[in-house]
């Protein structure tokens, strides 16, 4: 298997179709037909039920495009790198980040890459925790800003001085807006939109001795950023941290603070056990550079 294939294989399962894919690639249709069955013959799988004309992806198919998808990104950032130890410092990093107070922090960071280096271009990604881990375990992210709790025993990871308080984000008119903070009793009064991500929901009900059974949940997310229109239609209250509020800068919302004060850190993590380019060398020095400047 080579990456010419993995790009046959792609095209195929894209256009639904052979020829339209030979086409494409400008092979012939006999050809390509050949490939995709050398290729399910060396997996010992079936890629595609062939109904009449068109192909579609089986189970094991949709497996293998994702796993294709990853492979071909792998390479293409692995010829990266390696121009990179030749040139000048040039390349993409691939940076996720969670919606929270230190991401602003980050983005200022990026801006300071690039004005020192030009040549250097960012893929960021924006998701919750799970989805970054997910992404960092595959290597499609080079690294990670995330929330704690994390399980940061497979990563590196640079502990930030940077702490996010938990919180209600209500309508600015709301019946809650005019609160100095928000009660546990409170909560359990009030329909609610919060982060699907588990190990924050439990962190945070043991922190304030949350039964989360009396909880009135009436929807989960994996970004802030369609909820907080529940929220501004008076559908729900948006439990989470403030910097979700200081990011979007809506002036018809209010955050108001969870009693017993609840924060949050965080973390820049990166897998264990990889190789660093220049590049993310380069990029983790400026983080760290910062942060003992702040620290002086």
Same mark, same amino acid.
Request: charged share 20%; proline share 3%.
């Given at each position: ?7 046959? +294989? ?6 639904? !179709? ?42 094991? $198919? ?13 390479v293409s950032q692995t010829e990266a ?9 040039? $390349? ?5 980040? /969670? ?5 602003? @922090?980050?983005?200022?960071?990026? #801006? #300071? ?8 271009? +960012? ?12 992404? &960092? ?6 690294? =990670? &800003? ?7 025993? *497979? ?10 308080? @938990?919180?209600?984000?209500?309508? *600015? ?5 005019? #609160? ?15 982060? #699907?991500?588990? &190990? /924050? ?30 929220? *501004?239609?008076?559908?729900? +209250?948006?439990?989470?941290?403030? $910097?979700?509020?200081?990011?979007? !800068? ?18 820049? =993590? @990166? ?11 380069? +990029?983790?020095? &400026? ?8 620290? !002086?």
């Amino acid at each position: 298997m080579d990456t010419r294939v993995l790009n046959y +294989f792609l095209t195929v399962a894209k256009e639904g !179709n052979v020829t339209k894919a030979a086409q494409k690639l400008h092979i012939t249709q006999p050809t390509l037909s050949r490939q995709i069955s050398d290729l399910e013959a060396s997996l010992n799988v079936r890629l595609f039920d062939r109904t009449n004309r068109h192909l579609k992806l089986t189970q094991a $198919g949709k497996f293998f495009e994702k796993r294709a998808h990853m492979i071909l990104d792998l390479v293409s950032q692995t010829e990266a790198d390696l121009q990179t130890q030749e040139n000048e410092l040039t $390349g993409t990093i691939n940076l996720g980040s /969670v919606e929270s107070t230190a991401s602003i @922090w980050l983005m200022n960071l990026v #801006k #300071k890459m690039q004005e020192r280096y030009p040549q250097v271009g +960012f893929d960021i990604y924006t998701a919750n925790g799970d989805d970054l881990k997910e992404k &960092l375990d595959q290597g499609i992210l080079d690294l =990670a &800003l995330l929330l704690e709790p994390i399980e940061a025993k *497979k990563y590196n990871y640079i502990r930030l001085p940077i702490k996010d308080t @938990w919180g209600i984000i209500a309508a *600015k008119d709301s019946y809650l807006a005019k #609160k100095e903070v928000i009660t546990t009793n409170d909560l359990y009064q009030i329909p609610l939109t919060l982060s #699907k991500r588990s &190990l /924050v929901r439990n962190e945070l009900a043991q922190s304030l001795q949350l039964n989360p059974n009396r909880l009135n949940i009436t929807s989960t997310h994996n970004l802030a950023s369609n909820p907080l229109q529940l929220v *501004k239609n008076h559908a729900s +209250f948006h439990l989470g941290i403030k $910097g979700v509020l200081e990011l979007h !800068n809506d002036p018809d919302l209010v955050f108001i603070p969870l009693e017993p004060n609840t924060t949050t850190g965080h973390i820049i =993590a @990166w897998r264990k056990n990889t190789y660093l380019s220049s590049l993310m060398t380069t +990029f983790l020095q &400026l983080i760290t550079g910062t942060l003992n400047s702040s620290n !002086n």
